[in-house]
């Protein structure tokens, strides 16, 4: 019985062994095939190369674009004293609120943005500021901007309050009884599009180098609302001056340093340049546009200036111009407060104009 005992432990000793010698001599071949892929570079990568590679995806770029077109002064109505007969308003009687936008709505019905220069109230106040020209019309004739396709207005200028604060009062609320938005001395206007938000911001500053502390005031107003970019409107310059003065480059100049995008300019009643500044553009006067405040003016000469800016993932990668040339009445001799599209000899002679006066852009 005991030898049977011997025999079982002396069999399961040989088998424990044997069991470990093959463990070990497993573990050795493993660490040499381990140390020859070390030492072996070259078949280590080439076994790498072998695994299949993971699919590395590209972020996603998304492209959007932004169309805006500025236009100038725009006065509905007209000052009292110049008589009822071809005024502004004896045309609107003739011939309704659409007819004053019907020679260019082509292209402002075509863009996102429309941005004007409003140069008069809608008001039935009858107290004038003390002044050369006081501009109304009846709040009704709002439906002029509209049914033009003008999308926002700037109302920082000369001529806003002329039935003074009564006057202005009854012009914002009637602009708001209209869904158009405004923006001019404390008032921004922020346009969101894809989650890009542009923020607007209007200046009255007639040759006056301080007015720095207006633009850092406006910037202000605008980085708190976490704008992407920036646009200021600025009613400046000397009237019927077909060169920008040396006030309205510095300020200009200034504001884009600061971080505006797009100057845009008005109140010469004339075109003037247009300059491309460390690859931002200036518009230093838009001239008159639909422009009751004269019945025959002289110079019928204005434009449509027209921006795209292109982002990818929000960012600005790119801007590109156009200038679509105007005259601002249906006559040479007359007129009708109906600015139209030029073509042909007219669209060169008024490019020509410009490009006159302009700095850093090509127009022709």
Known sequence: MKKNYMYILLTILIVVLMGLSGLWAFK??????????ESNPVNNQEEKEKLPEEEIEEPEVK????????????????????????????????????????GVKEILENDDLTIANLETTFTEATVKNPKKFNFKAPPSYVDILTRGSIEVVNVANNHTLDYKEVGYQDTLKTLENANIPYFGYDYTYVYQKDNIKLGLGGIYCIEDKTCTQKIDKVIKLLQEQNVDNMIISFHWGIEYDYSQSSTQTYLAHYAIDKGVDLVLGHHPHVLQGIENY?????????SNFSFGGNKNSKDKDSMIF???????????????????????????????????????????????????????????
């Open 28 to 37: 050795f071949m493993e660490n040499k095939i381990n140390n020859n892929k």
């Open 63 to 102: 492209t959007s674009t932004i169309l805006l077109s500025a236009i100038g002064d725009c006065t509905i109505g007209y000052d009292d004293n110049f008589g009822y007969t071809n005024s502004f308003n004896d045309i609107y009687d003739k011939n309704g609120p659409d007819f004053f936008f019907s």
């Open 278 to 286: 460390k690859g931002k553009y200036i518009v230093y006067s838009l």
């Open 306 to 364: 027209q921006m795209q800016l292109t982002y990818e993932n929000q960012n600005l990668t790119d801007t590109a111009i156009k200038v679509y040339p105007v005259r601002i009445s249906t006559y040479d001799n007359r007129n009708d407060y109906r600015p139209r599209l030029v073509d042909g000899e007219e669209k060169t002679r008024i490019l020509k104009k410009i490009q006159t006066y302009s700095v850093g852009v090509n127009l022709i």
